[in-house]
């Protein structure tokens, strides 16, 4: 890529995008750059037709939609882990369409937590998104363990990113289960799944990942690196719509293990309507899910993830690297006056789909970039996510963002805003 900071060359990189036709597949809104799709990704015409056709199933077959239609709401988690699994270099098997990322970890956890003798804490690390933290100390304290004691956090070293040095020098062996981020959720950084898990298992310790912020985004070869088990939400990356239904991978190899926290959709669907007292838990991943699926919150995905199957993850990895790419060079060569530090790592294999500038004044200068119609991500206390999503940002998307916060910048525009966060932010 050339340092190149005028309109026109943003302009030739999206002629020459072989993505740039998905673009008019999503509902993007007049003047609005969207720079926000690691937190919602947008609607595409794809799914918001995967929602209707499920309505449209309601309307027709009432509860006879459970088995007729083009695709039974009884089959559809399955149909949905099918389409998911390359996603996350699985088998169709190994990956089930259920819950949310933080229901889903608790039931792994349940499932694959069993402290033995001296082998009782859970790892994590001390940036991880709090609520898997919550999920961990809480299921900790389910097993009568206090987690100020059991919940071991691997720190960071300048407070936005791991070194994985240091995660596996904490692989102690009186750790029973690892969960650990694949991206971190401020910084962007991409942590070596690969050699953490093969770090663990040589320490006989189990090991899972919250795939949130690379699902989507990313490649993943969960199998080939044997990950014992993931867990991820659709509503970021996949655009799956508004607390859709999250996913989960278990590991064939583990195929069998009760779920901790049975119900009978994670029943052999041969036998569910069997109605036993006595549960036959599915021989795959189905077995963790728990109860009836949120047919309407997992419909749009269907849609979504047939243009990820048509686009495919290589070129997304891509096209978003280099979008990251091309922020990162015009932030360097346009906002050099203005104290912004990039903090998400540089190397592409350490970084994700998002670039995270850090500035005293982040607050009011993400409340400015939104009066312009930017919408980018404040982080508490001092961070900027910016996320250019390779399926509908373009390169002159990237140029007008960047802009635009000059303009802020040397306007001083956003001193008229409170630097306080809003309640969701
Ligand atoms: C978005 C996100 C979550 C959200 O969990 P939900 O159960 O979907 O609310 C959890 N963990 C990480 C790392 C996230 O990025």
């Known amino acids: 890529m050339e340092r190149d900071t005028r309109l026109e060359y943003a302009r030739k990189l999206d002629q020459q995008d072989a993505l740039n036709s998905y673009r008019d597949e999503f509902y993007l809104q007049p003047e609005v750059i969207y720079m926000d799709g690691n937190s ?20 027709k077959y009432g509860i006879d939609g459970w088995t007729q239609g083009k695709d039974p709401w009884f089959y559809f988690s399955e149909t949905l882990s099918e389409m998911c699994a390359p996603l996350v270099g699985a088998a169709k098997e190994e990956v089930i369409i259920t819950g949310s990322t933080t229901t889903n970890l608790h039931q792994l956890i349940a499932s694959f937590y069993h402290p033995e003798g001296a082998r009782i804490k859970i790892l994590a690390d001390e940036l991880n998104f709090p609520s898997d933290l919550y999920a961990i100390s809480s299921q900790l304290v389910l097993h ?11 720190k960071s070293r300048d407070g936005d990113t791991l070194s994985e040095a240091d995660i596996i020098d904490a692989m102690t062996d009186d750790v029973a289960l690892i969960v650990l981020p694949s991206v971190l959720y401020r910084s962007g950084q991409i942590l070596n799944m690969k050699a953490l898990t093969n770090a663990a298992h040589e320490r006989n310790i189990l090991i899972g990942f919250d795939l949130c912020h690379s699902i989507g985004s990313i490649p993943h070869c969960l199998d080939d690196w044997d990950v014992d088990f993931a867990f991820w939400c659709n509503y970021k990356h996949l655009n799956g719509g ?57 419909a749009p995905l269907y849609g979504s993830l047939q243009i990820f199957a048509e686009a495919g993850i290589h070129a997304i990895r891509e096209k978003s690297l280099k979008l990251t790419d091309y922020m990162t060079l015009l932030v360097e060569e346009e906002l050099s006056d203005y104290q912004f530090t990039i903090t998400n790592p540089k190397e592409h294999e350490r970084r994700g789909g998002h670039l995270f500038l850090v500035h005293e004044e982040a607050a009011r200068i993400c409340k400015a970039l939104k009066e312009y119609k930017v919408i980018p991500d404040f982080r508490s206390p001092n961070g900027i996510r ?40």
């Not at 052999?268 to 549960?279: N, R």
């Not at 802009?403 to 630097?419: A, P």
Request: no cysteine.
């Open 242 to 298: 508004p607390g859709a239904v999250g996913g989960l991978y278990v590991n064939k190899k583990h195929f069998g293990q009760k779920p901790g926290l049975a119900g009978w959709f994670g029943s052999d669907k041969e036998k569910q309507f069997d109605l036993a007292i006595e549960m036959t838990p599915a021989s795959n991943a189905g077995a963790y899910q728990i109860g009836t699926p949120s047919i309407f919150s997992a």
């Open 386 to 425: 910016l996320a250019p999503v390779a399926l509908y940002n373009s390169y002159e998307d990237v140029w007008r963002t960047v802009q635009i916060l000059k303009k802020i910048m040397k306007e001083e525009s956003y001193k008229k805003f409170e630097n306080k966060r809003d309640v969701v932010a």
């Open 40 to 59: 919602l990704g947008l609607l595409s015409k794809r799914a918001e037709q995967s929602l209707l056709s499920a309505l449209d199933a309601w309307k």
């Open 144 to 154: 009568g363990y206090d987690p100020k004691e059991q919940m071991k956090l691997v």
